[in-house]
């Protein structure tokens, strides 16, 4: 596997985190080797370890000298909830980390990169960046300009109406419509 499939990857195990890690961002991690997977981990829920972590104990020992992190958003370097990752990163000896994109938290922004690269870590970022940021929009949104992620929803009969005339329907939009519309709760502060 190249970098953009790795990153993807990692990109998909994010999602497992899902409506459950919020108002942290969703963040997925793989170790590789050769462009083999060696461990995939993800941010499980808000307090939790984090997806780089969660990835260095799913390995279960240290990581191999060759063995590269993919992670769709830059290490914390803080401490919050959790220690910073950049120190387990450093500790467990990854040598090369590869970031989708930089964390526009304050906190953050360009100093995990900065850490990691300080202690001899290998950084590359912008790999699957723009796909990275689509799946943190919310988190973007609200971090960058302090406002909420806002989604607007409608729907209307062909007449412009939001019910039919004999008011018996019980849903003007389809079974996919409203799917949909729960994907959207799910992933905006406010619908």
Not at 120 to 144: C, D, H, I, L, S
């Amino acid at each position: 596997m190249d970098d953009a499939a790795l990153m993807k990857e990692a990109l998909r195990v994010a999602e497992r985190g899902r409506g459950l890690v919020e108002p942290n961002p969703l963040v997925g991690a793989v170790i590789a080797r050769r462009g083999v997977v060696l461990s995939r981990g993800w941010h499980h829920r808000f307090g939790e370890a984090h997806a780089e972590v969660d990835a260095l104990r799913k390995l279960g020992g240290p990581p191999p000298a060759d063995a590269v992190m993919y992670v769709t958003l830059e290490p914390c370097c803080h401490h919050g909830k959790t220690p910073p990752c950049t120190k387990a990163l450093i500790k467990a000896g990854i040598k090369e980390v590869v970031v989708a994109t930089l964390d526009p938290n304050r906190r953050v922004n360009g100093k995990g990169v900065a850490e990691l690269r300080k202690a001899g870590v290998k950084v590359r970022v912008g790999v699957m960046e723009e796909e990275a940021r689509y799946q943190n929009a919310p988190y973007f949104k609200r971090t960058r300009t302090g406002l909420p992620f806002v989604t607007l929803k409608w729907a209307m009969s062909l007449d412009g109406k939001t019910a039919t005339r004999s008011r018996q329907s019980r849903w003007i939009s389809n079974q996919r419509s409203r799917i949909l519309a729960h994907k959207l709760r799910a992933v905006s502060d406010v619908v």
